[in-house]
């Protein structure tokens, strides 16, 4: 594998921000962190940057997350609308748009799963995770998302080595510039979609049947509290909708999802 781009795929891909800048670089601390500077300085959406290599990749809830060369590192650029923030979060949909790229380029026995909210598993481990940082830059709404996959056979820190796999460990050998065009196409016809509610509708039913866990017993995990009962589904806004033992739902928009079932 030895480009990051293939150009004219990637250009047909990214029709729907066509003309947005795209960044290429070997080496760089996060392409969150890159985006968010440009995004400062007024780039548009579908602003793209991608690195090959991060020295200070960020994860969620403050974690590092590991960027050996090896993966594929990168964050783009939304200016979501206040309208469009009331659907589903874009880190769904493009925990979406992977799980739909990954199916075309992985074998049948290694199909990605979504784990909610936005994290991509294959064989129930970790393949890849996204990154969303909101913020409000010249009174204008910015949305960076940032996507690390793990493509080739990596080095991982010793915790990450029973929870996290590579597409090489399950048979598959993409290019990173495959990855990344077949991203784009499907986030791209996601994000043409959503402005409609058939389109939000349609989106919530294919991320709820990639969902590991969906009708079954889970625990989840808050920040001061762990609640269980059964994953009954995904409410408009893409929260996890928990049936309790007493029959109450209730919706929840964070947390972290664990498996309840007895053998
Ligand atoms: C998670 O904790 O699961 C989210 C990990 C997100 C990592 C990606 S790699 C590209 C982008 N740049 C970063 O610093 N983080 C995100």
Known sequence: MTTLLD???????????AGAPVEVHEKLGSTNDRVAEL?????????????????AGRGRRGRTWASPRGGLYFSFLLRPSPESLQGPPAT??????????LEG???PDARPQLKWPNDVLIRGRKVSGILGEMSLVDGSNCLILGLG?????VELPSELREIATHLEEVGATPTRAQVLSAFFLAFGAWHTRLSDAAGRTS???????????LGQPIRLRLPNEVV?????????????LLTRADGSQRAYLAGEVESARTA
């Open 228 to 240: 269980e009962g059964v994953f009954a589904g995904l409410n408009p806004s893409g929260g996890l």
């Open 7 to 17: 150009e004219g795929a990637l250009t047909a891909a990214r029709a729907w921000c």
């Open 39 to 55: 995004a400062a300085a007024g780039a548009p959406e579908g602003t793209l940057v991608i690195a090959r290599e991060q020295t």
């Open 92 to 101: 769904l949909v493009a925990g979406l748009a992977l799980c739909q790229a």
């Open 203 to 213: 989106l919530l039913e294919e991320a709820a049947v990639r969902m590991p866990n």
């Open 105 to 107: 380029l992985t074998p």
């Open 149 to 153: 996959i793990n493509v080739e056979a």
